[in-house]
Protein backbone atom coordinates (compact mmCIF):
# COMPACT_ATOMS: atom_id res chain seq x y z
CA UNK A 1 0.00 0.00 0.00
CA UNK A 2 1.04 3.47 -0.77
CA UNK A 3 0.25 6.68 0.80
CA UNK A 4 -1.82 7.85 -2.39
CA UNK A 5 -3.98 4.79 -1.90
CA UNK A 6 -4.95 6.48 1.75
CA UNK A 7 -6.54 9.23 -0.33
CA UNK A 8 -4.35 11.98 1.23
CA UNK A 9 -4.35 15.04 -0.48
CA UNK A 10 -1.52 16.17 -3.26
CA UNK A 11 0.20 18.60 -0.71
CA UNK A 12 0.93 16.47 1.94
CA UNK A 13 1.89 13.71 -0.30
CA UNK A 14 4.19 16.04 -1.92
CA UNK A 15 5.83 16.40 1.53
CA UNK A 16 5.73 12.85 2.44
CA UNK A 17 7.50 12.45 -0.75
CA UNK A 18 10.07 15.12 0.21
CA UNK A 19 10.50 13.47 3.66
CA UNK A 20 11.33 10.28 1.74
CA UNK A 21 8.61 8.74 2.85
CA UNK A 22 7.21 5.55 0.74
CA UNK A 23 5.21 3.21 2.41
CA UNK A 24 2.83 3.95 5.54
CA UNK A 25 3.60 1.69 8.73
CA UNK A 26 0.70 -0.37 9.98
CA UNK A 27 -0.75 2.12 12.44
CA UNK A 28 -0.95 4.66 9.58
CA UNK A 29 -2.50 2.20 7.20
CA UNK A 30 -5.42 1.45 10.12
CA UNK A 31 -5.82 4.94 11.79
CA UNK A 32 -5.76 7.34 8.54
CA UNK A 33 -8.63 6.18 6.77
CA UNK A 34 -10.55 6.03 10.37
CA UNK A 35 -9.60 9.47 10.77
CA UNK A 36 -10.22 11.08 7.85
CA UNK A 37 -13.93 9.90 7.88
CA UNK A 38 -14.17 11.88 11.01
CA UNK A 39 -13.97 9.22 13.77
CA UNK A 40 -12.81 8.94 17.55
CA UNK A 41 -9.90 7.23 18.20
CA UNK A 42 -8.33 5.35 20.39
CA UNK A 43 -4.88 3.83 19.83
CA UNK A 44 -2.36 1.37 21.48
CA UNK A 45 0.57 1.47 19.79
CA UNK A 46 4.52 1.08 21.19
CA UNK A 47 6.79 3.89 20.17
CA UNK A 48 8.34 4.28 17.34
CA UNK A 49 5.59 2.61 15.17
CA UNK A 50 4.90 6.28 13.07
CA UNK A 51 2.01 7.31 15.26
CA UNK A 52 2.83 10.66 14.67
CA UNK A 53 1.81 10.69 10.77
CA UNK A 54 -1.31 8.80 11.57
CA UNK A 55 -2.75 11.56 13.31
CA UNK A 56 -0.52 14.80 12.17
CA UNK A 57 -1.91 13.90 8.20
CA UNK A 58 -5.49 13.63 8.79
CA UNK A 59 -5.03 16.79 10.80
CA UNK A 60 -3.66 18.37 8.26
CA UNK A 61 -6.19 16.99 5.16
CA UNK A 62 -9.03 18.16 7.33
CA UNK A 63 -7.76 21.95 8.07
CA UNK A 64 -6.50 22.36 4.81
CA UNK A 65 -9.95 21.21 3.33
CA UNK A 66 -12.09 23.39 5.81
CA UNK A 67 -10.14 26.71 5.36
CA UNK A 68 -13.32 28.22 3.61
CA UNK A 69 -15.91 27.26 6.05
CA UNK A 70 -13.62 29.27 8.96
CA UNK A 71 -14.90 32.38 10.22
CA UNK A 72 -12.10 32.73 12.84
CA UNK A 73 -8.52 32.11 10.88
CA UNK A 74 -6.56 32.67 14.01
CA UNK A 75 -8.93 30.69 16.13
CA UNK A 76 -6.57 26.81 17.30
CA UNK A 77 -8.31 24.49 15.48
CA UNK A 78 -6.24 21.33 16.73
CA UNK A 79 -4.56 20.80 19.99
CA UNK A 80 -2.28 18.13 20.55
CA UNK A 81 -1.54 17.14 24.20
CA UNK A 82 1.88 15.45 25.42
CA UNK A 83 3.82 14.79 28.33
CA UNK A 84 7.46 16.17 27.81
CA UNK A 85 9.41 19.53 26.07
CA UNK A 86 10.96 16.88 23.46
CA UNK A 87 7.97 14.68 22.69
CA UNK A 88 6.46 18.51 21.99
CA UNK A 89 8.99 19.88 19.93
CA UNK A 90 9.16 16.70 17.60
CA UNK A 91 5.13 16.69 17.20
CA UNK A 92 5.90 20.52 16.19
CA UNK A 93 8.41 19.42 13.48
CA UNK A 94 6.39 16.57 12.03
CA UNK A 95 3.66 19.01 11.36
CA UNK A 96 6.09 21.59 10.07
CA UNK A 97 7.24 18.66 7.92
CA UNK A 98 3.96 17.35 6.55
CA UNK A 99 2.38 20.68 6.64
CA UNK A 100 5.08 22.30 4.72
CA UNK A 101 3.02 23.24 1.52
CA UNK A 102 0.17 23.42 3.27
CA UNK A 103 0.16 27.08 4.73
CA UNK A 104 -0.88 25.50 8.04
CA UNK A 105 -0.27 27.71 10.64
CA UNK A 106 1.39 25.73 14.00
CA UNK A 107 3.19 26.07 17.30
CA UNK A 108 4.53 24.67 20.34
CA UNK A 109 4.52 25.80 23.61
CA UNK A 110 6.06 24.23 27.01
CA UNK A 111 7.30 25.55 30.06
CA UNK A 112 11.18 26.09 31.15
CA UNK A 113 11.89 28.80 28.97
CA UNK A 114 10.26 32.17 29.07
CA UNK A 115 6.76 32.37 27.25
CA UNK A 116 7.37 36.08 25.26
CA UNK A 117 8.11 33.73 21.68
CA UNK A 118 5.44 31.15 22.46
CA UNK A 119 2.55 34.27 23.36
CA UNK A 120 3.94 35.82 20.23
CA UNK A 121 3.19 32.85 17.64
CA UNK A 122 0.13 32.74 19.17
CA UNK A 123 -0.80 36.26 18.83
CA UNK A 124 -0.03 36.32 15.02
CA UNK A 125 -2.77 33.23 14.84
CA UNK A 126 -2.30 29.13 14.67
CA UNK A 127 -4.45 26.86 13.92
CA UNK A 128 -2.64 23.47 15.53
CA UNK A 129 -1.01 23.97 18.82
CA UNK A 130 0.83 21.16 20.12
CA UNK A 131 1.51 21.43 24.20
CA UNK A 132 2.88 20.08 27.50
CA UNK A 133 -0.16 20.41 30.11
CA UNK A 134 1.59 22.95 32.59
CA UNK A 135 2.19 25.82 30.21
CA UNK A 136 -0.89 25.09 28.30
CA UNK A 137 -3.36 25.84 31.65
CA UNK A 138 -0.65 28.86 32.34
CA UNK A 139 -1.46 30.70 29.20
CA UNK A 140 -4.91 29.59 28.98
CA UNK A 141 -5.37 31.86 32.47
CA UNK A 142 -3.30 34.47 31.04
CA UNK A 143 -6.16 34.71 28.27
CA UNK A 144 -3.32 33.63 25.62
CA UNK A 145 -5.22 30.67 24.92
CA UNK A 146 -8.63 29.54 24.02
CA UNK A 147 -9.73 26.24 23.25
CA UNK A 148 -13.86 27.73 22.23
CA UNK A 149 -13.06 26.21 18.53
CA UNK A 150 -10.76 22.87 19.07
CA UNK A 151 -12.34 20.35 16.19
CA UNK A 152 -9.66 18.02 16.69
CA UNK A 153 -7.62 17.16 20.37
CA UNK A 154 -5.27 14.84 20.73
CA UNK A 155 -3.68 13.29 23.86
CA UNK A 156 -1.14 11.46 23.31
CA UNK A 157 1.71 9.01 25.38
CA UNK A 158 -1.49 8.76 27.80
CA UNK A 159 0.38 6.40 30.61
CA UNK A 160 3.43 8.86 30.51
CA UNK A 161 0.71 11.43 31.37
CA UNK A 162 -0.47 9.11 34.10
CA UNK A 163 3.17 8.32 35.36
CA UNK A 164 4.13 11.91 35.99
CA UNK A 165 1.46 13.07 37.74
CA UNK A 166 -0.37 15.15 34.95
CA UNK A 167 -3.98 13.66 35.56
CA UNK A 168 -5.27 16.45 37.52
CA UNK A 169 -4.13 18.58 34.60
CA UNK A 170 -5.71 16.70 31.72
CA UNK A 171 -8.71 17.21 33.64
CA UNK A 172 -9.00 20.45 33.86
CA UNK A 173 -7.53 20.83 29.88
CA UNK A 174 -10.73 18.04 28.67
CA UNK A 175 -13.38 20.05 30.75
CA UNK A 176 -12.70 23.34 28.41
CA UNK A 177 -13.00 21.50 25.46
CA UNK A 178 -16.04 21.82 23.20
CA UNK A 179 -18.58 18.81 23.24
CA UNK A 180 -18.15 18.73 19.84
CA UNK A 181 -14.79 17.54 18.46
CA UNK A 182 -12.54 14.86 16.68
CA UNK A 183 -10.55 13.15 19.73
CA UNK A 184 -7.50 11.06 19.44
CA UNK A 185 -6.40 8.97 22.52
CA UNK A 186 -2.83 7.17 22.02
CA UNK A 187 -0.97 5.13 25.06
CA UNK A 188 2.03 2.19 24.99
CA UNK A 189 -0.28 0.16 27.39
CA UNK A 190 -3.81 0.15 28.12
CA UNK A 191 -4.40 -0.69 32.27
CA UNK A 192 -7.70 0.22 34.04
CA UNK A 193 -6.88 3.85 35.12
CA UNK A 194 -6.00 4.65 31.54
CA UNK A 195 -9.29 3.04 29.92
CA UNK A 196 -10.86 4.79 32.83
CA UNK A 197 -9.40 8.22 30.85
CA UNK A 198 -10.20 7.39 27.38
CA UNK A 199 -13.90 7.35 28.42
CA UNK A 200 -13.85 10.64 29.73
CA UNK A 201 -12.48 12.13 26.09
CA UNK A 202 -13.83 9.63 23.52
CA UNK A 203 -17.31 9.22 22.63
CA UNK A 204 -17.29 5.93 20.30
CA UNK A 205 -14.13 5.53 19.16
CA UNK A 206 -12.29 2.84 17.00
CA UNK A 207 -9.55 0.93 18.57
CA UNK A 208 -6.68 -0.22 17.00
CA UNK A 209 -4.26 -2.12 18.43
CA UNK A 210 -0.36 -2.24 16.39
CA UNK A 211 1.85 -3.91 19.04
CA UNK A 212 0.91 -5.78 21.86
CA UNK A 213 1.30 -4.11 25.57
CA UNK A 214 4.33 -5.84 26.83
CA UNK A 215 6.30 -6.87 23.30
CA UNK A 216 9.60 -5.63 22.79
CA UNK A 217 10.16 -3.60 19.66
CA UNK A 218 11.05 -6.19 16.62
CA UNK A 219 14.22 -6.39 15.42
CA UNK A 220 16.05 -4.64 18.55
CA UNK A 221 19.08 -7.51 19.64
CA UNK A 222 18.79 -7.71 23.29
CA UNK A 223 22.22 -8.62 25.53
CA UNK A 224 23.35 -8.16 29.03
CA UNK A 225 26.33 -7.85 30.88
CA UNK A 226 27.02 -8.81 34.40
CA UNK A 227 29.20 -6.47 35.89
CA UNK A 228 30.06 -4.89 38.98
CA UNK A 229 28.95 -1.61 39.85
CA UNK A 230 32.15 0.51 39.89
CA UNK A 231 33.04 -1.30 36.90
CA UNK A 232 30.28 0.00 34.99
CA UNK A 233 32.12 2.95 33.23
CA UNK A 234 35.15 1.23 32.07
CA UNK A 235 32.66 -1.06 30.46
CA UNK A 236 31.27 1.74 28.61
CA UNK A 237 34.32 3.37 27.75
CA UNK A 238 35.52 -0.48 26.50
CA UNK A 239 32.45 -1.01 24.08
CA UNK A 240 32.24 2.42 22.91
CA UNK A 241 36.21 2.14 21.92
CA UNK A 242 35.62 -1.37 20.52
CA UNK A 243 32.25 -2.23 19.39
CA UNK A 244 30.88 -0.54 15.86
CA UNK A 245 28.71 2.07 17.88
CA UNK A 246 27.43 4.70 15.34
CA UNK A 247 25.44 6.49 17.76
CA UNK A 248 24.31 5.44 21.37
CA UNK A 249 21.96 6.50 23.83
CA UNK A 250 22.69 5.69 27.07
CA UNK A 251 20.11 5.62 29.85
CA UNK A 252 20.44 6.41 33.95
CA UNK A 253 18.43 6.71 36.69
CA UNK A 254 19.53 10.08 38.08
CA UNK A 255 20.15 13.02 36.71
CA UNK A 256 23.48 13.38 38.90
CA UNK A 257 24.18 9.91 37.61
CA UNK A 258 24.10 10.92 33.59
CA UNK A 259 26.45 14.11 34.53
CA UNK A 260 29.08 11.82 36.30
CA UNK A 261 28.97 9.24 33.21
CA UNK A 262 29.60 12.15 30.77
CA UNK A 263 32.50 13.42 33.00
CA UNK A 264 34.25 10.22 33.08
CA UNK A 265 33.64 9.53 29.40
CA UNK A 266 35.33 12.82 28.68
CA UNK A 267 38.41 11.52 30.39
CA UNK A 268 38.68 9.08 27.91
CA UNK A 269 37.96 11.38 25.01
CA UNK A 270 34.69 10.26 24.02
CA UNK A 271 32.37 13.18 23.61
CA UNK A 272 28.93 12.93 25.21
CA UNK A 273 26.44 15.10 26.44
CA UNK A 274 23.59 14.93 29.11
CA UNK A 275 19.71 15.70 28.93
CA UNK A 276 17.82 15.73 31.99
CA UNK A 277 15.68 17.64 33.78
CA UNK A 278 18.03 19.98 35.82
CA UNK A 279 19.47 21.41 32.27
CA UNK A 280 17.94 24.25 30.49
CA UNK A 281 15.66 23.98 27.70
CA UNK A 282 18.15 25.56 25.16
CA UNK A 283 20.90 23.02 26.42
CA UNK A 284 18.58 20.47 26.22
CA UNK A 285 17.92 21.60 22.75
CA UNK A 286 21.65 21.97 21.54
CA UNK A 287 22.23 18.48 22.86
CA UNK A 288 19.52 16.59 21.10
CA UNK A 289 20.31 18.50 17.80
CA UNK A 290 24.21 17.83 18.11
CA UNK A 291 23.27 14.30 18.90
CA UNK A 292 20.73 14.17 15.65
CA UNK A 293 22.83 15.64 13.51
CA UNK A 294 26.16 12.96 14.38
CA UNK A 295 28.27 15.76 15.77
CA UNK A 296 27.76 14.26 19.36
CA UNK A 297 27.76 10.17 18.88
CA UNK A 298 26.64 9.50 22.44
CA UNK A 299 23.94 11.37 24.71
CA UNK A 300 22.86 9.89 28.32
CA UNK A 301 19.67 10.56 29.50
CA UNK A 302 16.96 10.13 32.28
CA UNK A 303 13.96 8.50 31.45
CA UNK A 304 11.49 11.68 31.38
CA UNK A 305 13.62 13.50 29.61
CA UNK A 306 14.38 10.71 26.90
CA UNK A 307 10.74 10.35 26.38
CA UNK A 308 10.14 11.69 22.42
CA UNK A 309 13.77 11.77 21.21
CA UNK A 310 13.42 10.10 17.84
CA UNK A 311 16.95 10.01 16.05
CA UNK A 312 16.47 8.10 12.31
CA UNK A 313 19.28 5.21 12.48
CA UNK A 314 19.74 5.25 16.15
CA UNK A 315 22.51 1.63 16.29
CA UNK A 316 22.51 1.73 20.17
CA UNK A 317 20.35 1.85 23.22
CA UNK A 318 22.47 1.45 26.56
CA UNK A 319 20.99 0.40 30.07
CA UNK A 320 23.85 1.80 32.39
CA UNK A 321 21.13 1.34 35.36
CA UNK A 322 18.40 -1.12 34.66
CA UNK A 323 14.75 0.89 35.22
CA UNK A 324 13.38 -0.47 38.50
CA UNK A 325 9.80 -0.97 36.39
CA UNK A 326 9.64 -2.99 34.01
CA UNK A 327 7.49 -1.68 31.06
CA UNK A 328 10.13 1.41 30.94
CA UNK A 329 12.94 -0.73 29.59
CA UNK A 330 10.51 -1.84 26.65
CA UNK A 331 10.18 2.34 26.43
CA UNK A 332 14.01 2.89 26.43
CA UNK A 333 15.06 0.03 23.75
CA UNK A 334 11.77 1.41 21.31
CA UNK A 335 14.36 4.30 20.94
CA UNK A 336 16.71 2.32 18.64
CA UNK A 337 14.55 -0.40 16.32
CA UNK A 338 11.80 2.37 15.37
CA UNK A 339 9.75 1.65 12.12
CA UNK A 340 11.24 -1.39 11.71
CA UNK A 341 14.22 -0.84 11.49
CA UNK A 342 17.30 -3.09 13.19
CA UNK A 343 18.69 -2.10 16.34
CA UNK A 344 20.79 -3.01 19.84
CA UNK A 345 20.13 -2.58 23.48
CA UNK A 346 23.14 -3.48 25.57
CA UNK A 347 22.23 -3.54 29.12
CA UNK A 348 24.71 -3.56 32.48
CA UNK A 349 23.30 -5.59 35.78
CA UNK A 350 25.15 -5.19 38.94
CA UNK A 351 24.36 -7.34 41.82
CA UNK A 352 21.51 -5.29 43.09
CA UNK A 353 19.85 -4.70 39.95
CA UNK A 354 19.60 -8.13 39.54
CA UNK A 355 15.45 -8.29 40.71
CA UNK A 356 15.02 -5.94 38.31
CA UNK A 357 16.34 -7.95 35.04
CA UNK A 358 14.23 -10.78 36.47
CA UNK A 359 11.03 -9.05 35.88
CA UNK A 360 12.05 -7.53 32.66
CA UNK A 361 12.33 -11.04 31.45
CA UNK A 362 9.31 -12.02 32.77
CA UNK A 363 7.29 -9.05 31.16
CA UNK A 364 9.08 -9.76 27.75
CA UNK A 365 8.58 -13.58 28.20
CA UNK A 366 12.27 -13.88 26.80
CA UNK A 367 15.46 -14.53 28.57
CA UNK A 368 18.52 -11.64 27.24
CA UNK A 369 21.52 -13.42 25.92
CA UNK A 370 24.05 -12.54 28.48
CA UNK A 371 27.71 -11.79 27.09
CA UNK A 372 30.01 -13.50 29.49
CA UNK A 373 33.19 -12.97 28.12
CA UNK A 374 34.38 -9.12 28.97
CA UNK A 375 37.33 -7.68 30.35
CA UNK A 376 34.78 -6.30 33.54
CA UNK A 377 32.94 -9.93 34.46
CA UNK A 378 31.05 -10.12 37.46
CA UNK A 379 30.72 -13.52 38.52
CA UNK A 380 27.07 -13.67 40.21
CA UNK A 381 24.41 -15.54 38.86
CA UNK A 382 21.08 -14.92 37.87
CA UNK A 383 17.57 -17.27 37.93
CA UNK A 384 16.11 -17.98 34.93
CA UNK A 385 12.86 -16.97 34.38
CA UNK A 386 10.70 -19.08 32.22
CA UNK A 387 11.76 -17.96 28.56
CA UNK A 388 9.70 -17.73 25.11
CA UNK A 389 11.45 -20.37 22.66
CA UNK A 390 12.92 -17.88 20.43
CA UNK A 391 15.95 -16.93 22.97
CA UNK A 392 19.56 -15.70 22.74
CA UNK A 393 20.98 -18.79 23.83
CA UNK A 394 22.30 -20.06 20.48
CA UNK A 395 23.92 -16.88 19.93
CA UNK A 396 27.97 -17.14 20.13
CA UNK A 397 29.19 -15.31 23.20
CA UNK A 398 30.95 -12.83 22.22
CA UNK A 399 28.54 -9.83 20.79
CA UNK A 400 29.10 -8.96 17.98
CA UNK A 401 27.05 -6.38 16.47
CA UNK A 402 25.41 -5.55 13.09
CA UNK A 403 28.23 -5.23 10.40
CA UNK A 404 26.13 -2.04 9.07
CA UNK A 405 27.11 0.38 11.30
CA UNK A 406 30.57 2.03 10.84
CA UNK A 407 31.81 2.69 13.83
CA UNK A 408 32.01 5.32 17.17
CA UNK A 409 35.68 6.85 16.09
CA UNK A 410 34.49 7.94 12.35
CA UNK A 411 32.03 10.38 13.67
CA UNK A 412 29.80 9.36 10.16
CA UNK A 413 26.28 11.35 10.02
CA UNK A 414 23.07 9.04 9.64
CA UNK A 415 21.49 9.29 6.14
CA UNK A 416 18.92 12.06 5.42
CA UNK A 417 16.29 9.42 4.48
CA UNK A 418 13.88 9.54 7.45
CA UNK A 419 11.30 6.72 8.51
CA UNK A 420 7.30 7.70 9.03
CA UNK A 421 6.90 9.29 12.64
Do not use: W
Not at 70 to 89: C, D, G, W
Not at 237 to 252: C, M
Request: contains cysteine; charged residues 25%.
Amino acid sequence: MTFKELEIIDPILKALEHEGYTQPTPIQQQAIPILLRGSDLLGCAQTGTGKTAAFAVPILQHLYNDRAQRNNSKAVRALIVTPTRELAIQIDESFEAYGRYTNIRHTVVFGGVKQGNQTQALQRGVEVLVATPGRLLDLMQQGFITLDHIKYFVLDEADRMLDMGFIHDIRKIIAKLPTRRQSLFFSATMPPDIIALSRKILGNPQRIDIMPEQTTAEKVEQAVYFVNKKEKTKLLVHLLQTEPVNSALVFSRTKHGANKIVKLLAKANINADAIHGNKSQSARQKALGDFKSGSTNVLVATDIAARGIDVDDLSHVINYDLPNIPETYVHRIGRTGRAGAAGISLSFCDAEEKPYLRDIQKLIARQIHVIAHHPFPDDGTIEETPAHPETFGSRPERYKAPQAHSGYQHNNRRPAHRKPQ
